[in-house]
């Protein structure tokens, strides 16, 4: 079925999220455009609903813990933002008045 992305964001995560993600079976990937800027997301077994949302709900659970990413940070199965600022360009649904989830008000 090929790969489940999520938690996208900008800049690099350290190798500890990476750590963290294969404990659930994902994995962090660190990414630089040619342009230079640098991206991070993770990538998964696709393996359909609920197995998706949870896997990702529990990889951003233990990056939270661990203080890799803000305890605010919102998730939403197969999507969150952090350190996020402003609209998506696609103008996705996660976001509210480009500074809120519209899920759980998380600032993003």
């Not at 790969?3 to 900008?10: E, I, K, S, Y």
């Amino acid at each position: 079925m090929g790969d489940h992305f999520f938690a996208l964001g900008p800049g690099h995560l350290p190798a500890r999220a990476d750590k963290i993600a294969r404990k659930h079976g994902a994995r962090l990937v660190n990414y630089t455009e040619p342009r230079g800027e640098k991206r991070h997301w993770f990538a998964g077994p696709n393996l359909g609903e609920p197995h998706d949302s949870t896997m990702a709900r529990a990889v951003i659970a233990d990056l939270r813990a661990a203080g890799v990413i803000p305890q605010d940070a919102c998730a939403h199965g197969d999507t969150y933002a952090v350190y996020r600022r402003g609209p998506k360009a696609d103008g996705s649904p996660f976001l509210q008045d480009g500074r809120r989830c519209r899920d759980c008000g998380a600032l993003v």
